[in-house]
Structures are given as C-alpha cells and as structure tokens.
C-alpha cells in the first residue's frame, strides 16, 4: 500500500504565495509522474501541473507562470509553488502519483491519490 500526504495549505490573501508539498509512502518501487489537481465547490477536478520522474513539466494554461511543480525523488516528494494567487485559485488541491510497487514477486503500477489539502484565495 502506498500514501500520499499533503500540506502547505491554508488560507492567503490575493496575490500572495503559498508551497504545497506531497509526500509519498509505503511499498514503492518507482514513481513515475506526479502531480496536482484541484476541485473547487461545484466543478470538476482539473489538473493543475504534472512532473515526470525526468522533470518533464506540464502546467494548465491558467497557472503558467504563477506555478512551479518540482520534485525530490530521493523523498519521493512533489512541490507546488503558488506565486501570485487569485481568487479563482481557491480549491482542494490534491497530489497524485504513478507508483510501481513489487506485490508477491510481482511488479505492479496503480495510481495513488492524496486525501486533498485546502487553499483559499482571499480577494
């Protein structure tokens, strides 16, 4: 089994910043990408930006160039920067990761979700 968690979260004012970090434990072999998405009250989840085990990134037009994904695979850890916040950027930000773990001699790759970490944008 694996577990993601999350924190950084918490409340802002319109244009401040906040570091969001997620870290990964349990029966890992590899993580292949890893990522963040957000769900605001009454729409969909949205990926947000995405870090492959090579540091290839891809970012939601709405956050390029406000928010930086990185990661740590030593601490199998993945960091989101959030620079010039707005109000819209008010969601549950969720961390999710590609982990290949052995099972009974056996490699096998799930999808893992963290359990969400608030940030709210106040304008």
Not at 74 to 88: D, F, G, H, I
Not at 89 to 94: F, G, I, K, P
Request: charged share 15%.
């Amino acid at each position: 089994q694996v577990q993601l968690v999350e924190s950084g979260g918490g409340l802002v004012e319109a244009g401040g910043s906040l570091r969001l970090s997620c870290a990964a434990s349990g029966n890992i072999l590899s993580i292949n990408t890893m990522g963040w998405y957000r769900q605001a009250p009454g729409n969909q989840r949205e990926l947000v930006a995405t870090v492959t085990s090579d540091g290839s990134t891809n970012y939601a037009d709405s956050v390029k160039g406000r928010f930086t994904i990185s990661r740590d695979n030593a601490k199998n850890t993945v960091y989101l920067q959030m620079n010039s916040l707005k109000s819209e950027d008010t969601a549950v930000y969720l961390c999710r990761a590609e982990v290949t773990s052995v099972v009974n001699r056996y490699r096998v790759a799930q999808q893992y979700w963290g359990q969400g970490t608030q940030v709210t944008v106040s304008s």
